[in-house]
């Protein structure tokens, strides 16, 4: 990971000029030669309302430390950095979006610190101190392994404000004994309150998607159990691996009794993972813990 908040890592900075004067994103795309990238899962949003409105879902963000991940032109970076958040820590991958978002940095009186690397190899809790916010438009390509990572951690965050492809939200988001019900819903609300914010239409992008994207809010939820976030992936992906089969059957793949599994789990035998609430999960997990020690 490597920080360029200074003039040694790129070159020398342009003049300082103010956050509200800055250059129309459209004109920094176009001076930089920011055609969006395929393979980055680059989408660029230029609509400073709608930035702005994604930067007021994370709610009260002064004085806070920002995490962004993707800025490309830097719209939404702007946004987090009128909220006035003490600072906003954005990581890039592509070398020309790091380029252009130096008069943002220069304007930013050493409240933007831009990190070149790869997101899904950052330590994000890393970059800055506490309190911390997540807030970003996630390239699609790596927003579910993103959001794993980070919930397995969520403590360290005193939110999440990210965006999904809105099947991706509905799938976060899904109750038991619907069809987008799965690994994904009951990890994120057994870490977090989940709540769906706003769908942004392709239209509102630079390429436009083919899908609309959902800004989804999560916050660390305060639990009883002593769950390993890995049990519970464990636990998950046997239940789910066979969707359609009853759980005596799929969860013979954990290896332990699943009779005495889902008895001390208050489960019944003949129950499909997708019936199965949160608290049941956990129980589930609990005994699972209990026949593997």
């Known amino acids: 990971m490597t920080d360029i908040s200074d003039e040694s890592a790129i070159g020398k900075l ?4 103010a956050l ?6 459209r004109d920094v795309i176009a001076r930089h030669g920011l ?42 970076t702007r946004a987090l950095l009128d909220t006035g958040a003490a600072s906003v820590h954005a990581v890039e991958y592509d070398g020309r979006c790091v380029e252009a978002l130096q008069e943002v940095v ?57 965006m999904f492809q809105r099947e991706v939200a509905e799938r976060i988001a899904a109750k038991p004994r619907t069809k987008d019900y ?6 994120a609300q057994w870490r977090a309150k989940v709540e769906i914010k706003f769908d942004i239409p392709p239209s509102a992008f630079t390429p436009p998607p083919k899908v609309t994207s959902t800004v989804v809010r999560f916050t660390p939820k305060k639990r009883a159990d002593a769950v390993p976030f890995k049990i519970m992936e464990r636990v998950t992906a046997a239940a789910f691996g066979q969707r359609r089969k009853m759980l005596r059957q799929s969860l013979k793949q954990l290896g332990c009794d699943v009779e005495k599994l889902l008895a001390a789990a208050d489960i019944p035998p003949t129950a499909r993972a997708e019936e199965i609430d949160i608290a049941g999960f956990v129980r589930l997990a609990e005994a699972y813990m209990g026949q593997a020690s």
């Open 35 to 76: 055609m969006a990238k395929k393979s980055l899962g680059q989408n660029f949003l230029l609509d400073l309302n709608l930035t702005a409105k994604i930067a007021g879902a994370a709610g009260d963000l002064a004085g806070k430390n920002v995490i962004e991940i993707g800025p490309g032109p830097g719209g939404l």
């Open 106 to 162: 220069s304007a930013a009186d050493g409240r933007l610190v831009l990190h070149a690397a790869d997101a899904l190899e950052t330590d994000m809790a890393a970059l800055c101190p506490a309190p911390r916010a997540v807030v970003a438009n996630l390239p699609y390509n790596i927003a579910t392994a993103l959001l794993t990572g980070w919930l397995e951690n969520i403590d360290a965050f005193e939110s999440l404000t990210l």
């Open 182 to 187: 799965g690994r994904l819903s009951i990890v």
């Open 20 to 25: 509200g004067a800055l250059p129309p994103l």
């Open 14 to 17: 342009p003049p300082p000029r």
